[in-house]
């Protein structure tokens, strides 16, 4: 009966509307304010992208005559997309969001926007070095064009170091975002408050997990699967985790770490050592070590390919 | 000579059209019926999501007067792609569709579909404890808006509870396309047909695999890489896979899995035990155990950083 | 103050401007020339799946009466756009583009791109197979229908032999660019460059990374995170990568590789082997060998939960 | 206050949702049936421009190879949307649409569409003589090519011919659709039940309104503002017009009719004649004629412009 | 040469951007703040055409138990979008935009928008006896769900009801942009400050023009081409136009006016009267008169049909 | 029987695929090029319109900084997109398209481009004094801001003078597809051939129509429904028209024309001169006349309304 289907409806839909089902996890979001938007977010990072990466992006020709337009839009238009995304980050951290004082925000987003804009020469100063270690430490790459055209990781390390300076600066949620966006599509996970140095290079990459308060050195490089991860975590009196303690490794620098590595807890491995595939690794490592797993076992073999 | 184009291409057309050379693998979809679609699948999982998580999705202000309306109509809008939807998943399973009673058919897709949206009172349940579970044990986590907002592990483990229950409900085809589509998203595959307990939760996740006869307890966590497997499989007198058997492992309540562990085989890993980080189990586990990967070995270290 | 926003801004963009802070890695391409785009390969893709597999993809009917139609223009719009995408690639590639012969590029990317789709019978030859390998190898299919519609790896594989057949071609760029799709949509990072028999298979996938030169045989299955790849390359005497030396492993037919297994260095993995998950291989495996890790230890429990 | 707005806004959804304040105009839809869609109904038009002039609007390229493909897809595609739409239109008109039988409406609907497509080539045929009286008929245009991609008269007769074919069949609803789609893009009204004949054409034409009723010959033209209307009409003994009478004028062929005039009720202009601009007509004209408005006069002028 | 064409383009940028080249024409809008946006001002009109005529647009359905859901969500959604338009007419046309307080001019929004919404039921009650007009005059309408559907005249009528009901209230700009939008797509040129009784009915429409200062009662009928303009105005001591003045036509009730008739100045059209078409109006009228075109002269003719 | 429908379809894809069918009207387009694209037209006159009337359109904020960077860019992009245009249009008009030569073409179509943009500074000029004299003749008007942002005839206007200047330069096509565009958005038909004056205004617009060679001065103003049309036009020895005769008016500066008057022929509408609204007007016209239509009869009233 079609009545049935309904009233089995009208049911849910008001189970669904009562408040206690839901308010544990419901956003009090301000009124009228929007939540940050994904769709904006990538935008912000196309126009980074477009501007740190003249002529690789957009649609954007670069004769040198012309190249200062488009720099310029781009900017102005990144700028614009940034207040409202910081802004919007700013109220959804905001426990009352009732209480605060709007213009405030305002201002605090304009500010903050624009000290990421003045930060993007650095930025792009760096990537131009991690550019560099990809193409050298590919023997596949053709060219720089290709390296940053098509690499996933040197997308997923722009988003980082966008992300980063987003961070450092004072703003909310959006790094943290952004950082996701470029997980998703590169399966890459750096956490933006990690700090890394230049030359820095990531091979594949689908897998690779860099906490939050990892530290990474000069020309480092990470293959495939490798995770920079915690151990189990201190609780307080009242049985949550401490925030804010150090927890991850620190990699310094000439560090090469291979596919699927495990390397958890506020370890060293020390400058110039190499981390082989798949071991774990839950203890400081001296300078120019070389580790690998412990050999594997043969065993008698039976028809039919299973284990 | 660009004749010399054409007649390649016209040659190519040609065989191309030959039904021998694709009967094999063709579809031998029911005239008029379109096959189940991504987009509307994409529709069908945002439109949960706003109704699950009201506030966080889509443009829907959250004023107790307004909320309602807005689960109202979210309501109605998945009810009607998702009989359409659950009717296309009916006739793509059909072996000879040209014989089927679509009437029926139609009326099984609606019977499905309001089924699907009685639960979701019960999916939120759930997914409030998962929220709550990903936010204790993360000690980056800043409020449970985040998590939702954030957490690739949340949209993953919110598109299989929604797949779980399509499927439970006799749903074919849809749930597997809903999970594969958190699959793309957040590299976590976790099989509709897996049980899965209260308070799960999977940090970073890339590469998670949870097989279709997994059974997974309360209060358990993973990481990213971790595999729930099946070692290789019997098969019948025609050499073909005995489907059905339970292959994949079971894991009691209060588990920890670490990263790129990989449990294969129906075996139990018992409660309150610790998987560490690259192991390969595929022997059943005491309680509260805890087992960790043999020591790497230290090798001779020569300089060039290579292995 | 407004004013030191903007001040902030002018500064960023006129350093940004500035030629030297851009130039090395500043793409020098082609006046009027479009680089190639994302969007137009992604039609690539489709059109070639739609032509592969009627009745799966688009808003094709297949009845015998039409099906040369669908493919007749599908292969049309294909020879349209890829001619558009190789010339593009073409001039990307070219390191001093204002040299060349605009109407010779031209008509290499006419020749190109005819010829690629005079390959598309053989390639959809090829594919069927896959489809085979997988249907068989996984008792959770239902139907071959099933296995073409939702496997990541279906898709992963068809990018490869896309990106194989034009790379093989002569075409540049264009397959890098084809086969990083299929990586940021499945996790799966096949190197066009690769060699890959028949009835191939992929299970999960996520983090399989298989490198440029590695040669597969036929009925090989990976599971997720098994990554076919180098150990350190050697260096020319200007420190330079020296290219094109074989540098991945041979994988014999019938082999089988379990989740997360690292094989590294051109070694050679004989016929019939069985390699288990989490290891790091080395050296070459007799043929019909089982290879898998060493036993984990188990270790001293305690509360809480952690390692 | 807010609360103050809030309220207004609740008071007037609780008014507006009152079912005897909208039932006089509601349309009582059947429910899980769509209204046919403006969108869907411009591809209709698009597609059968498209099959009707091969080359000049689509992606098309005509190959004397190729234009059966793009005909053959175009037409498939036509037909399945058409069908859709049709039946749209039968559920629309059904006073009673709980008791009709859907099955036998869904037959309706193919054997609709496909006598459409069947009428085709005639259309087309028609349309060619209509393109050759337009380019004869304006010294500006300068070619066939021209006067079809750009001249707004084609596009609301090719609308025009298609609603009149539909209606014919006896599709309800859609043909007006259709005519009203060309009234708004071009200014020109033509209803779909008029009857048209051969080498028709109109310059400019927008405010150009032919009537339901009316009957015009071959090689007429039309100037913009000319209108084929009614007078007032007669009423039943319950003051409601009697519907179905011939009300419009008949204009036999080889005639031509000056902007803005204004032809009302069912009177005859005879073959050969030439209505002059901006008169009144309501009165039969012998073929041959020439009627032209009376003179204006002259007035006294003032300076200022005006009147 | 190329570089011809660049210097061309250099110059004309530099030219275009002397500010004195458009600063008379410059719209010196307010930093940060948008423009009133077309396609919200789209969404606007459409969602309140869905609230006024439940089931006819969007999506919904009309059961009765949804349809107060349908109205809630389409109600806030207007809200919100309507705050920031008038917001936007508000800041386009302050003179001097850096003075104002921006708090004040958004409660302003917010109110017109809520004062706006509470008029909603009247405007339904109006169009109701609109939509009633055109289906009881024109014999070739079958439904009032044709006329709501198919008929421009009703969505110019509807645009003309919204924007007067905001005019009245004191927004700005929006109202004319809304009465444009309706011109566009109709050739119906209905000006926001008219004043226009119920059952109001225009027949096919294209060139109807109403003025601003023009009163209308009630059962008032118009055929396409009407126009109830003004005279040359007055002007002020220094030639300017002396605005406010009232200086279009009053129509008073049951008044039919018949297709091109001009109709100016500031008279009256008594009560029943007639207008034949083509006639050209600058004084007053009885009520009861009957108007017609002084009759066509018949000239001689002669072969080639010209004038 | 749906095979029946099937067969209908087949036979009409057969006939309308047949050549002697359509080769009338088809259009022989050379192989491998597009045909001028609506959609790229629009925004050929959307960015001009920006680039003309900084601030109005698109999202450009113009801080006397950045104002120079916006109208870089955007006039960029228009040149990009004009060439291609114009390289299409240049390519449909060629009647055998094998023949010519295409880096010719290309190089034509950039000369072209580039003349057209070092005219957009007079173009702007131009139309500075068109908004001002709509300004000054409208008493609604409340802003230039509003002229510019919501009257039709300022965007007829515009594409208009950006047609023109198009035509004159030697471009084909292209300029009567910009100026139906203004038709299909306005009812206001100007050919881009027509000369017009400065201080050019049109109020409402809907239905006028400018000639070819029609020669408008200074300061003129039309009403809706004015044409400035031709009479019969001479026809040569094979009853061909005689093409680029003048056919069309000559307005005098400083007259003003009201609604819906037709005025024909190559004659003369002296200075300073006021036409009436509805008259139709075929010989030439003093300076400072005032000529307006016969006094309307009075004729009996008959009850009903009707005429």
């Known amino acids: 009966m079609t009545t049935d289907h309904f009233s089995r409806i009208k049911k849910a839909i008001n189970e669904l509307s009562q408040e206690q089902s839901y308010k544990s996890v419901c956003h009090p979001h301000f009124k009228d304010h929007k939540m940050p938007s994904l769709s904006a977010l990538e935008q912000v990072v196309n126009l980074s992208r477009e501007i740190l990466f003249p002529g690789y992006y957009g649609d954007s020709s670069i004769r040198p005559d012309s190249v200062s337009y488009y720099i310029g839009v781009n900017t102005e238009n990144l700028y614009t997309i940034l207040v ?82 987003l961070l450092t600066i004072g703003v909310p949620l959006i790094p943290r975002m952004i950082s996701e966006m470029a997980h998703s599509e590169t399966g890459i996970d750096i956490h933006p408050r990690a700090t890394i140095g230049e030359y820095f290079s990531i091979d594949h990459g689908t897998g690779v997990v860099i906490g939050a308060t990892s530290i990474i050195g000069n020309n480092v490089k990470l293959f495939q699967g490798v995770t920079l991860g915690a151990k189990s975590f201190p609780l307080d009196e009242n049985g949550n985790p401490i925030k804010g303690i150090p927890r991850h490794p620190i ?50 073999y039976t028809e039919g390919g299973g284990i």
Chains 1, 2, 3, 4, 5, 6 share one sequence.
């Open 84 to 165: 409202d995304q910081i802004f919007a980050g700013l109220c959804f951290m905001c426990e009352m969001p009732e209480k605060f004082d709007l213009s405030e925000r305002k201002s605090i987003a304009h500010d903050y926007a624009s000290q990421f804009i003045s930060k993007l020469p650095e930025i792009r100063r760096m990537l131009v070095t991690d550019v560099e270690a990809a193409f050298l430490g590919d023997p596949a790459a053709k060219s720089k064009g290709e390296v940053i055209f098509c690499y996933p990781a040197i997308r997923a390390i722009t988003n980082y170091r966008i992300a980063n300076a």
């Open 251 to 300: 990699i310094e620098d000439d560090v090469v770490i291979y596919a699927q590595a495990t390397i958890l807890g506020r370890i060293t491995v020390g400058a110039g050592s190499v981390i082989g595939g798949n071991v774990w690794v839950t203890n400081s490592v001296a300078p120019k070590s070389k580790i690998i797993q412990f050999k594997p076992r043969d065993v008698l």
